[in-house]
């Protein structure tokens, strides 16, 4: 069936280094994905969206990257720092399944010292 | 800000007890979900409601009810829990269905003994 997945269950960095979460979907028909961030006994937070007719978002600190023909997501952390260690999620929304989000299993960034 | 709350952060039930997670959002969203999250399957979608007084069956609805019957509240019932209802339940809300983020809520721990 389809899914969203991601490739590395935890990531290990350095406070200071630039961090990057990847994500991989299978439903070509998605258009919209989002970034979650969820912290330690609280519930997801959005961190970023991007549209399937764009390839680039900025945030502040964050960038998310769509390659449409590999179906990939990637989400970059410049400077990451001890407040970005969470669990982060990504999620995609096609509008042929209804109002829903399909979300993956989540990658768990550690932020060393 | 968008603010979703949930009744308790914290309960314990014993089985075969009838539960109830409620959830409030004040943002006068359209939509709201229900989702379990478990270690190692990430976020699964139990129910939704796109309007007052409807509802539609998620990923995993069985051994779930929901109602709505104001816009801004949409409660989760477990008529008889079971153990393997243990888990973080997190409801989610957005402005439409159309493309448009979901906000969580900080989630509810629930141990089912």
């Known amino acids: 069936g389809e899914s969203v997945g991601l490739h590395l269950p935890t990531l290990s960095v350095q406070e200071g280094d630039n961090s990057i979460i990847n994500c991989a979907y299978s439903?070509?028909?998605?258009?919209?994905f989002i970034w979650y961030k969820q912290e330690s006994g609280k519930g997801p937070q959005f961190i970023i969206d991007i549209r399937s007719n764009m390839d680039k978002r900025q945030g502040q600190r964050v960038t998310v990257l769509l390659n449409k023909t590999v179906k990939h997501l990637s989400l970059q952390i410049a400077a990451t720092q001890p407040g970005d260690s969470a669990v982060y999620f990504c999620a995609e929304f096609n509008n042929n399944a209804g109002n829903m989000l399909t979300f993956g299993g989540g990658t768990r960034l550690m932020v060393k010292p | 800000d968008v603010k979703v709350t949930q009744s308790s952060r914290y309960l314990v039930k014993r089985t075969g007890e009838k539960v109830f997670l409620e959830c409030v959002q004040d943002?006068?969203?359209?939509?709201m979900f229900w989702y379990r999250q478990d270690p190692g399957l990430g976020l699964r979608l139990i129910y939704f409601s796109y309007d007052v007084k409807m509802k539609e069956k998620g990923d995993i609805p069985e051994g779930y009810s929901v109602s709505r019957e104001k816009k801004e509240r949409f409660s989760l019932i477990l008529e008889s829990a079971s153990t393997n209802q243990t888990s973080m339940y997190l409801c989610?809300?957005?402005?439409?269905?159309?493309?448009?983020?979901?906000?969580f809520g900080p989630g509810t721990r629930l141990t089912v003994l």
């Open positions: 989610a809300s957005s402005l439409t269905g159309n493309q448009d983020t979901q906000y």
């Open positions: 439903n070509s028909a998605s258009d919209y």
């Open positions: 943002m006068d969203h359209e939509n």
